[in-house]
């Protein structure tokens, strides 16, 4: 089946054809169109300037893709109705509906976190087919926008077990970060400066840690780095491989760098997530454990959740995404509307004759932005 992802939630303008069968997955082509170098000038993601390069970037994109394979049109078209920005949503979506209208080509309207679920199915060892034996499924799924556990006892069937009660687990690497002075975003920055801190040099909360569910909260530890950086003053570098001079340079021995703030912390979010997931694995007993989202990219979560995941549920398989497919991409979306699309019927009868949406397609005149839709309860 051939289908047209398109992405356009956050700040990523994504575009990608994929030939998916129950066996394989082949990227035929896909382009991504970045805004950060943009949004970095502010410090965050603007909506209405990450609308504005959206509508820019998205015709171009789909015309490349559309050149790289010269195939006349998908099967499907899958597009990110929500959740994420409006302004960036509205884009991906009136493409979708203009395209469907001109192909006579069935729309999946996909929920942007099944599509991070799927992300991990994106690679070239083939783990695939897809699911039917990899469930019950526990996601972790953390970006800048969400963190949530979401379990799916078959496909496209979810429950959401737990989460964040304030801020996402990026939002917070990406605000502390702030206060550090790195560009947006800062997540990538703070993993880099904690590869040789020391994670024990500060004490940072870890909220709801030991609360009898699998939801965790981020705003206190970002209000206890504040007031750390206030209270406190960082020494630039790490001075344990000169110890012998320490001082010379007015440079205490015991002072905290930068790179140990960062570890800390790093440590702090690295212990909430894991520690709820695993809670969670132990409940659920699930066949497949995903990590998926922006912040799956960080390496000390990768290893922590995996190695812990090994030890504590050792026939759970634990998947996580190619470092690019972390990130936002159209690719996942395609997947993710793979599963809605492909025991379905494609006669133009189906999709386009009844006013409501039939199941796992959408009509054009029905397909709305949701920036809010929830995948699960
Ligand atoms: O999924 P994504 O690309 O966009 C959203 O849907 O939000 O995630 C972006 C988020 C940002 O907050 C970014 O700081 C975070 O993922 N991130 C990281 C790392 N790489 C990206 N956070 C921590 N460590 C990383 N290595
Ligand atoms: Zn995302």
Not at 69 to 93: F, R, W, Y
């Amino acid at each position: 089946m051939i289908i047209l992802g398109i992405e356009s939630s956050c700040d990523d303008t994504s575009v990608a054809l994929l030939d998916i069968t129950d066996k394989e997955i082949k990227i035929l082509a896909e382009r991504t169109a970045s805004q950060i170098e943009i949004h970095k000038k502010y410090g965050g993601v603007v909506p209405e300037i990450a609308g504005r390069l959206h509508a820019e970037k998205i015709t171009p994109l789909i015309e490349t893709v559309h050149e790289l394979t010269q195939i006349k049109k998908p099967d499907v078209i899958a597009v990110t109705s929500g959740p994420g920005l409006i302004t960036g949503l509205l884009v991906g979506i009136e493409s979708a509906k203009t395209l469907s209208y001109l192909w006579n080509v069935p729309i999946v309207s996909v929920n942007h976190i099944e599509g991070h679920i799927y992300s991990p199915f994106i690679n070239n060892d083939t783990i695939f087919p897809l699911p039917t034996s990899h469930f019950p499924l526990l996601a972790l799924i953390a970006s800048g926008g969400h963190s949530e556990i979401i379990l799916s006892t078959e496909e496209r069937k979810y429950e959401r077990v737990g989460g964040t009660k304030d801020d996402a687990a990026g939002e917070c690497f990406d605000k502390v970060a702030k206060l550090l002075g790195f560009d947006y975003p800062g997540g990538p920055k703070i993993s880099k400066f904690a590869e040789t801190g020391d994670p024990q040099a500060i004490k940072f909360p870890r909220p709801m840690i030991d609360s009898d569910n699998f939801d965790f909260s981020f705003s206190g530890l970002k209000t206890s780095a504040l007031y750390w950086l206030r209270d406190h003053k960082l020494s630039a570098m790490k001075i344990n491989p000169i110890n012998l001079i320490a001082g010379i340079f007015g440079v205490q021995k015991e002072e905290v760098t930068i790179n140990d703030f960062c570890a800390s912390f790093e440590q702090a979010i690295v212990d909430l997530l894991v520690s709820k997931t695993l809670k969670a694995v132990k409940k659920y007993q699930p066949k497949t454990v995903i990590l998926g989202g922006g912040v799956s990219a960080n390496k000390k979560l990768r290893e922590t959740l995996g190695s812990e995941i090994k030890l504590q549920s050792p026939n759970s398989l634990f998947l996580i995404p190619f470092s690019l497919y972390s990130m936002d991409n159209a690719a996942m979306i395609a997947v993710a509307a793979y599963t809605h699309a492909k025991n379905k019927n494609f006669t133009q009868h189906h999709f386009f004759s009844s006013k409501k949406s039939s199941a796992g397609f959408t009509n054009w005149k029905n397909l709305q932005a949701n920036p809010n839709w929830k995948i699960a309860h």
